[in-house]
């Protein structure tokens, strides 16, 4: 059996291809709520605190983060395929509760069936993607799925606003995100094959040794994978305050959704479409550099985000927010299946994803108690030194060269 198997990204371009699609789909989920919530927050419930706003943000990211972990820890056991369908399951019923919400804590409960949803479908298309394409090509495999993703939320999230601008804020935006989710579901059960016997392809040749506790080494032991991890939480914690505040911010500064939805687009579609260069990149150049000044140029961009409000200043620093984003993003793991032997890969991206997205939380949480406190202001400040600080460690701690 395992003769007939070729990993590679030309030898499996057409399944690798329904992947991408399918990734765009579960992206597209994200972005239904990427411009408008704080405001569908303030005028259909009334809610002004910006942690309670951010409470949406904080639920999505520790159901997510959670969801992750089972999901790289069952990969192997239940198969890939099926824990995407499953996921896709759950993101039926959201738009329905967006729209029919009589109460906040229905608002939560959709994100917390969008954070299980993303948890099990992208976590499930990144470890697809990678058991298909093998070493070689991994970098671009990433670039490649991340792009999808983060165009995708940035396409919706532009629509989103547009539909808002226009119609108002519910029920007409969240229809979105019903043709998504069936869309989603059926090229899944349709079209796409389970993965796992590229993994028993490429062990036959693997040099890479197995931990012996994937969760401790990936989280704090080994120096490679504990950095990567830690980066990606902060990566995920500065994106949960542009998520929450920046909509806040562009609000107070008199801006329409329109012009919302413009500025807050910009920022994972330059993230998204810059991982086509990026991911690539990160098969041929050094990943630990690609990850450090990725993160220094996301910490300069938010610390500028108080001091330059004008529309244009303001698209050109979500531009380089974007770039910054998309220099570490598909490098992340493409780093992290590079440093783990692949029968663990999917519970080692799993636990780094854990992480990752727990920065959502920890990052909605920080900024809206800053924000709260001292203002959003001080809030986007205080998430940028904290960006810089984990370009610092990167710099440090990190060895500088993975196989």
């Known amino acids: 059996m395992n003769e007939k198997v070729k990993l590679g990204l030309k030898e499996n371009w057409m399944q690798f291809t329904i992947l991408v699609i399918v990734n765009a789909f579960v992206g597209g989920m994200v972005g239904l709520e990427r411009t408008i919530f704080p405001k569908f927050a303030e005028i259909e419930f009334g809610i002004a605190s910006k942690t309670a706003i951010l409470s949406f943000i904080i639920a999505f990211g520790i159901t997510k983060a959670i969801t992750n972990y089972f999901t790289g820890k069952l990969a192997n056991k239940y198969g890939r395929k099926n824990l995407l369908l499953v996921g896709w399951l759950f993101a039926i019923p959201i738009p329905f509760i967006l729209i029919y919400a009589t109460s906040w804590n229905w608002v939560l409960f959709a994100n917390v069936l969008l954070g299980i949803n993303q948890g099990l479908t992208w976590s499930s298309t990144v470890v697809m993607k990678i058991d298909l394409v093998g070493e070689k090509d991994r970098g671009l495999a990433m670039g490649i799925n991340e792009f999808a993703g983060y165009f995708a939320v940035g396409v919706v999230a532009f629509l989103t606003g547009i539909i808002a601008q226009k119609y108002g804020i519910t029920p007409y935006p969240f229809y979105l995100g019903i043709g998504i989710s069936i869309l989603g579901l059926f090229l899944s059960y349709f079209f796409v094959r389970d993965t796992r016997v590229f993994v028993h392809k490429e062990q036959e040749t693997s040099k890479t040794n197995k931990q012996e506790n994937v969760f401790l080494e990936t989280s704090f032991k080994d120096r490679t994978l504990s950095t990567i991890t830690q980066a990606g939480l902060v990566n995920n914690l500065n994106d949960g305050m542009i998520w929450g505040l920046l909509p806040i911010l562009l609000i107070s500064l008199n801006y329409d959704s329109k012009s919302i939805g413009i500025i807050a687009a910009i920022y994972p579609a330059v993230w998204g479409i810059g991982q086509l260069v990026t991911g690539r990149m990160a098969d041929i150049y050094s990943k630990k550099g690609m990850l450090f000044w990725g993160m220094l140029a996301q910490g300069l961009a938010i610390l500028l985000i108080p001091f330059f409000t004008s529309f244009y200043q303001l698209i050109i620093i979500a531009s380089i927010l974007g770039a910054g984003t998309a220099l570490v993003y598909p490098t992340f793991l493409s780093a992290i299946a590079d440093a783990t032997n692949p029968n663990q890969r999917a519970e080692s991206i799993g636990v ?32 940028g030194a904290i960006t810089i600080l984990s370009s610092i460690i990167i710099k440090f701690r990190m060895p500088e060269t993975i196989k």
Do not use: E, P, Q
């Open 352 to 383: 780094f994803r854990l992480w990752r997205d727990l920065g959502y939380a920890v990052g909605a949480i920080v900024s809206g108690i800053i924000a709260d406190l001292f203002g959003v202001t001080y809030a986007v400040m205080s998430i």
